[in-house]
């Protein structure tokens, strides 16, 4: 059997769902196949219910799965029948032994390394997709070396930059799409088999090819440029607060130098999602394990600013409801890590709901999409939740809303309704900047943008 034009992909995650429904979408005379252990998530694939929200995913499956695009648990078949097998299992922080709480934690990575040994009968071009530290490539090479069926594996480094709630987008439509491969003649066949993939629908000046290591540490560095980006801007907001400056006007002013460029310098409750914590957190452990202390500093302030910055959200809610939201209902809208995704891992909202229950307050969350999973995450975390499909529902008697997702279809609420359902003196922080402040104000709420002065109703705090 000719298997050089299959592609196997081990992980249907949030990468990998997406990446291969787009591979197999652009590239008709590909076969591809997902495998994951995870049998739910598999069914989910195969349904009509897709086990993540992504913008226009739904289309995409379906117009090629059925066709070159299968969703399948069986690994060992996947693996004896593709040449070409991407790797993107997750890759999450080590929460035990020895870089606990920093490095990549590298077992789900390493399993499928050896059942690719296991079931492999002929030689692989094995892509690592999922996010890895730089030098991974050395170690998965030795591994599936390691094998005594005389086959040889080629290890490609192809990171993925697309972004939850963009995927479609962003994986239609790369900026760019890096392939890294060992500097020898098999290494840059192998890189050659994965640029004709991409060159399907990729125009070949966005096609760069680099050695596997700068492939690798491409990726953890572009993922702490940007959260660094917004680390920057938030630490900027928190001085606003205390000058009358208002950071929309200086992200604006600063992003109209084309040196800096606008993008990602929205101010917020700080970034979450599951990867730029882990990966900035990989990467300093990386440094102080290459005694590169001070670079490694440098890169962990950005994960303190964060932090900073959704104690400093509550901390400012807290004070100017009186210093206390003790018994006091308040209503999140927004659990999402972003908008326009159910994904809420690494959420700011988890952290903010939690510190407000410290408080005693009383939650109603409010989310077009992450239910399900804000449920989860505040499963057995003390205190009193509920939870809301409907959001004038979610802020009847509240005494506060906080804004904590950036979804569109929060600034086109009836603010009016909404007002005279909740509790008085009421207050909106909007920890997003979408609403429109002055209205609000107008209104009668006590409005708390976020990075500029309040709107209050209130007599001023000594
Ligand atoms: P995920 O947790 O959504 O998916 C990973 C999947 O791999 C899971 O379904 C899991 O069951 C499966 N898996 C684990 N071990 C397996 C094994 N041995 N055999 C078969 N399946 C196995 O993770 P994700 O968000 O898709 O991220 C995957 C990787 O891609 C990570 O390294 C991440 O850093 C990186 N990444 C993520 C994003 C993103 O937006 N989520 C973007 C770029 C890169
Ligand atoms: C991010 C990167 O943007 C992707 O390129 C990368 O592939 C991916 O991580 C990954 O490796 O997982 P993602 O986390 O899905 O993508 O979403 P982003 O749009 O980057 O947003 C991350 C967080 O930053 C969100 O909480 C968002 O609200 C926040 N953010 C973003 C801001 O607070 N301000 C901004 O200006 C931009």
């Not at 890895?132 to 069926?149: F, G, Q, W, Y």
Request: glycine residues 6%.
């Amino acid at each position: 059997m000719d298997t050089s034009k299959n592609i196997l992909c081990i992980g249907a995650g949030y990468v990998g769902g997406p990446t291969m429904a787009v591979i197999a979408d652009k590239c008709p005379d590909y076969k591809v196949t997902v495998v994951d252990l995870n049998k739910e998530r598999i069914d989910a694939w195969n349904s009509d219910v897709l086990p993540i929200y992504e913008p226009g995913l739904d289309e995409v499956v379906k117009r090629a799965r059925g066709k070159n695009l299968f969703f399948s648990t069986d690994v060992a078949s996947g693996i004896k029948n593709s040449k070409i097998i991407f790797v993107s299992v997750n890759t999450p922080t080590k929460t035990f032994g020895e870089g606990a709480g920093m490095a990549a934690n590298l077992e789900y990575w390493e399993k499928t390394a050896r059942n690719i040994v296991e079931f492999a009968e002929e030689d692989k071009i094995v892509i690592e997709k999922s996010t890895l530290p730089v030098r991974t490539a050395e170690a998965m090479h030795r591994i599936l070396e390691s094998n005594d069926k005389g086959l040889h594996f080629e290890v490609i480094s192809n990171p993925e930059f697309m972004a939850e709630g963009t995927a479609v987008g962003d994986l239609e439509n790369p900026d760019r799409v890096l392939i890294g491969s060992m500097e020898n003649e098999h290494g840059r066949k192998a890189q050659q088999d994965i640029v004709d993939i991409y060159a399907n629908w990729v125009p070949v000046e966005k096609i760069l090819t680099t050695n596997v290591w700068s492939s690798e540490l491409s990726k953890l560095a572009s993922n702490a440029m940007l959260a660094q980006r917004i680390s920057s801007v938030n630490s900027i907001s928190a001085l606003c607060e205390k000058t009358d400056a208002d950071i929309r006007e200086v992200s604006k002013a600063m992003g109209m130098d084309t040196r800096i460029g606008a993008k990602f310098l929205r101010a917020g409750v700080g970034f979450g999602g599951s990867c730029f914590k882990k990966d900035i957190l990989n990467m300093v452990y990386l440094c102080r394990y290459y005694n590169l202390h001070p670079v490694a500093d440098y890169w962990e302030q950005v994960v303190i600013m964060n932090e900073f910055q959704e104690k400093r959200f509550v901390r400012r809610a807290v004070s100017n409801m009186f210093n206390t939201v003790a018994g006091k209902k308040i209503a999140l809208f927004g659990f999402a890590f972003k908008a326009d995704t159910g994904d809420t891992r690494e959420a700011p909202a988890i952290y903010i709901s939690k510190m407000l229950l410290e408080e005693h307050a009383v939650l109603s969350i409010h989310d077009p999409q992450a239910l399900p999973n804000a449920k989860k995450d505040l499963q057995g975390v003390e205190g009193s939740i509920e939870y809301c499909e409907d959001p004038y529902e979610c802020a009847d008697g509240a005494h506060a809303i906080m804004i904590l997702t950036e979804w569109k279809q929060f600034s086109e609420l009836d603010y009016k309704k909404i007002y005279e359902s909740m509790m008085k003196p009421a207050f909106i922080f909007d920890g997003r900047n979408i609403l429109h402040h002055k209205e609000l104000f107008e209104i009668g709420f006590n409005v708390f943008p976020l990075g500029t002065k309040e709107l209050t109703q209130l007599p001023p705090m000594d």
